[in-house]
């Protein structure tokens, strides 16, 4: 089964921009659809984008559009997901996620990192 481990994230100011990573091992990431998630405080795990097994298709919450951005580097075996203009109703901790299928719901999805800490102060 694969697994993934999220980094990048930190304490950053609002308008600042952000990269974060999700290398994946025992398993490859254009065999799964990825996906990122986030959840913050008191709050249920929302999703924010996912990308098909062969990077053609990409999905984002709507209100994720235009500043979260996901791709994919199939030679490292890494997904990313840029985040632009932060604001700080973006603090959260940041999930990457694999899927045998096209989902948006945390539930269709099998395999989970441990998350990334994405603090944006004002």
């Known amino acids: 089964q694969v697994q993934l481990v999220e980094s990048g994230g930190g304490l950053v100011q609002a308008g600042d921009s952000l990269r974060l990573s999700c290398a994946a091992s025992?398993?490859?990431?254009?065999?799964?659809?990825m996906g990122w998630f986030r959840q913050a405080p008191g709050k249920e795990r929302e999703f924010v984008a996912a990308m098909s097994r062969n990077g053609g298709t990409i999905y984002y919450a709507d209100s994720m559009k235009g500043r979260f951005t996901i791709s994919k580097d199939n030679a490292k075996n890494t997904v990313y997901l840029q985040v632009n203009s932060l604001k700080p109703e973006d603090t959260a901790v940041y999930y990457c996620?694999?899927?045998?299928?096209?989902?948006?719901?945390?539930?269709?999805?099998?395999?989970w990192g441990q998350g990334t800490q994405v603090t944006v102060s004002s």
């Open positions: 996620a694999a899927s045998r299928r096209v989902a948006t719901t945390t539930t269709m999805y099998d395999y």
């Open positions: 025992g398993g490859t990431v254009s065999t799964y659809v």
